[in-house]
């Protein structure tokens, strides 16, 4: 089976970063994008950044010019750096992989920032 792993997540001041990271294992073949969703507590889950697999990539505006995602392909990684993170981004933060016309996603990691 297809498992993403979610990692990074944690607790932080406002102003301050994390790097998430996403693992994607199994047999997956032809990535078409991987992506990293958010939900808060009361809130639907939205669209943070996806990146394609021809390295175009599409944020949110919330988080343009603030979180940046980058992938590895020889590992099927996915990251998504955060920067000036605030507290409206507390939330947990999913992983999701279009591959082989299928969609996959993590648990969740969650990140917490404080004010």
């Known amino acids: 089976q297809v498992q993403l792993v979610e990692s990074g997540g944690g607790l932080v001041q406002a102003g301050g970063s994390l790097r998430l990271s996403c693992a994607a294992s199994g047999s997956i073949s032809s990535i078409h994008a991987m992506a990293w969703y958010r939900q808060a507590p009361g809130k639907q889950r939205e669209l943070v950044a996806e990146i394609f697999s021809d390295g175009s990539t599409n944020y949110a505006d919330s988080v343009r010019g603030r979180f940046t995602i980058s992938r590895d392909n020889a590992k099927n990684t996915v990251y998504l750096q955060t920067n000036s993170l605030k507290p409206d981004d507390t939330a947990v933060y999913y992983c999701?992989?279009?591959?082989?016309?299928?969609?996959?996603w993590g648990k969740g990691t969650l990140v917490t920032v404080s004010s």
């Open positions: 999701a992989v279009s591959a082989d016309g299928m969609e996959y």
